[in-house]
């Protein structure tokens, strides 16, 4: 809006990036401003918050940076990076929020971070102070009416609005609970939708109220029963941790349990004779699901691996027989040489006009040689296992120009090449792989993001107070799991381990994103290493890469597998979860569309289940339901 | 501001292209080791070291990130609050020298440093063991570091452990340096947000209704 206006300047201060606001201003997001506390020179009631960009001309890069900034070092309080003039001539556009609007703000990050809320569990925007916010912070104190939380002393209800106050003060104090979308109902509600941001603000307003409330009254067992089941009711398990840390408060809030975790013992591999019993005499695969099943249980006996790895890596389709997967291998190596052909043509002066390819080359280069050398199948100066890993990469850039190499592949491509030996079937046993890494190569590294925020949810249900915890210690964005999920854990297990490791992941079994709920399961054994001594983002970084190495992945893959089943089975599981998982949405969820999905897919993995082997699902085509149908199927069989 | 600080911590990035040898500097510093094989860093790492310079201990946190353009906005959030920056290429590798400039405007961008002549920066010229391949010479280094006002640089050799404890401490002198000229500038660079020292143009700017507590 062009809301040039006329007000004073109450108070001003600069070197403020602003992290987080509504979508509409999108375009400010990361770049440095000033704020302001405004004031309407027509209306002395009328006050704003404002913040206003420096330079309009916001670098693009910027918008890429959504990473919680993490803060090593405290700042020192004096900085060179200090306060500079900031540029006043831009006031096309600013962020400006009304005093009404504000209900409750809260600095972080050692005082370095400003987060305003509205009060419906929802951010209305965050600062990030080059300095601290301890004066915009006293200003805002003074020019609203506020009270400190009792929980968080870095958190401040406005005052300003009395009515909705009241309004909860007595609902909780009377619980005549409203049934209409208002107050606290909706922050309760928002537990579910945002758990980790609402669970901040809900229950320091609740805290606060309480002990407002408190002191004149005692809540009846009966009342306090009746407002722990609601909260329960409504809510996600992050409330644990802060009703369980509380001593100050009588009002406990008591959360859904997951369910006991069932034990999965692994089984034996997948054994040369099991495998040749699956294939019929035409060299068709029958019953791909139970093949997979056994692989997921227990893993490929090296003796076999080879071979099924290019069932797994789609090089070979499942159901092929002897005569098409010759005519395959035999099309695919042309297509191969082909591509190779490509690259290895290009001339001198070529390559001295493309220095995208020439970028290519180099890092290429440089990161074989520096790839699995410690094992001795590229051990050795001039090892021409090097040479082909370096040549497959090259034409895979080739076959993928626009995706290119990124640092990582190697490690992805390594431990194939070691096993199918063969360049031109690793290169395609690769292709296979990548189809299902690709996203965490993005040239925005959208995909990593994504899957940080989907470990996040994970965790934030599982474990909630460990997912707590980490959002209080700078640690939310996940980032320190990054070279585990970039090329899943190679760089954590032995050579054995990851060979293990892949082929289970491979299958997609139990369910989507399981390699998500093995870093839950790490994280979660973790647990009181990470969260003692009040250790922040450096420290976790720390133990995680430290775990390197100590990974044991049977046990990893038992307790996994089990969690699976409990989030599964968990009643108060959530559709965020669920679509993570790849798991059918709630039959009884309130959204019509949803529930009808729900049902189609219960419908589609029915009629997997009875058909039997006959026509079978492709997986490809239903993600969800058959993979779990038939998952389960094997479950029961195994223990019976 | 700092009286007797007996153990200063300082936060110490080290950026530069991939494979110039920022992970084999920092261990061969750390932990005087050289792996001629080791792996290229995926995601970030960072080790801790102790040095003492003029009796006073300083404990380095060293901050080593992949250099590939592919994950710039992964690395990035780390370069706040650092108080060094290594700015790393190989000898022999003229491009990596070419994107020190690109390397050190990512570094001022995204660690927020407004007057960068008073950061301490460091070149380093890494793999000064391999004279036979060498693509930039010294002097184009030390033009180079006069066209961007840097005061420091060193050429090192991680892998037959020449000048590396050097850099280090010539960074951490350097820091010194400009902590000390900052020290007496101390009013001016003062934690307030000098809302007084604002120039001209905003007349209105400043505390309103009521004053300080
Ligand atoms: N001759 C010589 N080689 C070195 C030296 N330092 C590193 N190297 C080699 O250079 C290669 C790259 O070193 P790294 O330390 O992995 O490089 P980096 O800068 O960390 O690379 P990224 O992690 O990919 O960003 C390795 O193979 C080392 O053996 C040196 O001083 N002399
Ligand atoms: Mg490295």
Redo the contacts between chains.
């Keep these: 809006m062009g809301d040039i206006e006329e007000v004073?300047?109450?108070?001003?201060?600069?070197?403020v990036?602003l992290k987080q606001a509504q979508a509409s201003y999108m375009q400010f997001l990361n770049s440095?401003g000033t704020v302001y506390?405004n004031?309407a020179k027509t209306d002395p009631r009328e006050r704003f918050l404002e913040w206003k960009p420096n330079d309009i001309t916001v670098?693009s890069?910027m918008q890429?940076?959504?990473?919680?900034?993490?803060?090593?070092?405290?700042?020192r309080?004096?900085?060179?990076?200090?306060?500079?003039?900031s540029d006043?001539?831009n006031r096309l556009r600013s962020l400006r929020v009304p005093f009404r609007d504000i209900k409750s703000f809260k600095s972080s990050h050692k005082n370095r971070e400003l987060t305003v809320y509205n009060g419906q569990g929802d951010t209305i925007c965050i600062f990030l102070?080059?300095?601290?916010c301890d004066?915009m912070a006293?200003?805002l104190k003074?020019?609203m009416k506020v009270v400190p939380s009792k929980r968080d002393r870095n958190l401040y209800y406005v005052q300003d609005n009395t009515l909705e106050i009241q309004q909860l003060t007595k609902s909780f104090a009377e619980l005549n609970l409203p049934t209409d979308d208002s107050g606290i109902w909706r922050l309760v509600r928002n537990f579910q939708t945002q758990p980790v941001e609402t669970t901040f603000e809900a229950f320091s307003k609740v805290t606060t109220l309480m002990y407002k409330t408190m002191d004149k009254k005692e809540i009846s067992d009966h009342d306090r029963e009746a407002l722990n089941k609601s909260i329960t009711e409504y809510g996600s398990n992050n409330t644990t941790d802060f009703a369980g840390n509380s001593n100050d408060y009588e009002v406990v809030a008591t959360v859904p349990e997951l369910p006991v975790r069932p034990e999965f013992p692994r089984l034996k591999p997948l054994s040369q004779e099991l495998w040749r019993d699956h294939m019929d005499f035409e060299g068709k695969i029958e019953d791909v699901e139970s093949v997979k099943n056994l692989i997921f249980r227990g893993g490929i006996c090296p003796s076999i691996r080879k071979e099924v790895w290019k069932y797994l890596l789609e090089y070979y389709p499942w159901t092929s027989t002897y005569k098409e997967r010759q005519n395959l291998a035999e099309n695919l190596k042309d297509e191969y040489y082909k591509m190779k052909l490509q690259w290895k043509t290009i001339t001198k002066t070529q390559e001295d006009n493309f220095s995208d390819y020439r970028d290519r080359k180099?890092?290429i280069e440089?990161?074989v040689?520096?790839?699995d050398?410690?094992v001795e199948f590229f051990a050795g100066d001039n090892n021409k296992n090097l040479n082909t890993l370096f040549e497959i990469l090259m034409t895979f850039v080739m076959y993928n120009f626009d995706l290119g190499y990124?640092?990582?592949m190697s490690?992805l491509l390594s431990p194939i090449l070691q096993l199918v030996e063969d360049e031109v079937e690793s290169f395609w046993c690769f292709v296979g792989f990548m189809k299902i890494m690709s996203s965490n190569?993005d040239?925005?590294?959208a995909g990593?993001k994504e899957q940080f925020k989907k470990l996040q949810e994970l965790l934030a249900f599982f474990s909630p107070n460990l997912s707590n915890y980490l959002n209080e210690h700078d640690s939310a964005n996940m980032?320190f799991c990054?070279?585990w999920l970039?090329?899943w854990f190679k760089?954590e297990l032995s050579q054995d381990d990851v060979m293990r490791f892949w082929e289970v992941l491979w299958t997609g079994l139990p369910c989507q994103n399981f390699h998500l709920l093995i870093a839950v399961t790490i994280l979660d054994n973790e647990k009181e290493a990470l969260m003692a001594n009040g250790n922040g983002f450096?420290e976790i970084?720390?133990h995680i890469?430290d775990l390197s190495g100590k990974l044991d992945i049977d046990t990893i893959f038992n307790k996994a597998e089990g969690v699976y089943h409990q989030l599964k089975n968990a009643e108060h599981l959530t559709d965020n979860v669920r679509a993570i998982l790849g798991l059918p949405l709630a039959p009884s969820s309130s959204n019509s569309a949803s529930s009808s999905i729900a049902r189609e897919m219960s419908l589609a993995s029915d009629a997997c289940a009875s058909n039997g082997s006959a026509p079978r699902c492709s997986v490809e085509n239903v993600r969800i339901s058959p993979d779990e149908n038939s998952y389960e199927r094997s479950i029961s069989g195994s223990y019976l | 501001?700092r009286s007797n600080h007996k153990n200063t911590?300082l936060?110490v990035v080290i950026l530069g292209d991939?494979?110039v040898g920022k992970s084999c500097l920092m261990n061969r510093f750390v932990s005087n080791q050289f792996d001629?094989?080791?792996?290229?860093t995926?995601?970030?790492?960072?080790l801790n070291k102790d040095i003492d310079i003029n009796g006073d201990t300083y404990t380095l946190?060293i901050?080593d990130t992949?250099g590939?353009e592919?994950?710039?906005?992964?690395r990035?959030?780390?370069y706040?609050?650092s108080?060094i920056c290594m700015l790393t290429y190989a000898i022999n590798d003229k491009?990596s020298f070419k994107n020190l400039q690109m390397w050190k405007n990512e570094f001022l961008?995204?660690?927020?440093?407004?007057?960068n002549n008073?950061?301490p920066f460091i070149v380093i010229g890494n793999k000064s063991d391999i004279t036979s391949e060498r693509e930039v010479s010294q002097l184009e280094l030390e033009t180079w570091c006069n066209e961007n006002g840097i005061t420091s640089s060193i050429e090192t050799s991680a892998k037959n452990a020449s000048n590396v404890q050097e850099a280090f401490i010539l960074a951490v002198e350097h820091w010194l340096r400009?902590e000390k000229r900052?020290d007496k500038n101390?009013t001016v660079?003062?934690?307030?947000?000098?809302?007084t020292?604002?120039?001209g143009?905003?007349s209105?700017?400043?505390?309103?209704?009521?004053d300080?507590?």
Excluded at chain 1, 8 to 15: C, I
Excluded at chain 1, 64 to 75: G, H, P, R
């Design positions: 004073f300047d109450l108070f001003t201060q600069d070197g990036i440095l506390i004031e670098d890069d890429d940076q959504e990473w919680a900034v993490v803060n090593t070092i405290q700042k309080t004096r900085t060179i990076s200090g306060s500079l003039p006043y001539s102070f080059q300095t601290n004066h006293g200003h003074k020019f180099s890092l440089k990161d040689n520096r790839t050398r410690t990124v640092q990582g490690d190569f040239i925005d590294q990593m980032f990054f070279r970039l090329v760089r450096t970084l720390k890469n | 501001m911590l936060k991939g494979g001629e094989h080791s792996f290229h995926i995601g970030v790492e960072f946190q901050w992949a590939q592919r994950f710039k906005t992964l990035t959030p780390f706040r609050g108080d491009s961008y995204y660690a927020d440093i407004k007057e008073q950061f400009i900052a101390e660079y003062n934690d307030t947000v000098d809302l020292k604002k120039q143009e905003k209105s700017c400043c505390i309103g209704s009521s300080e507590n």
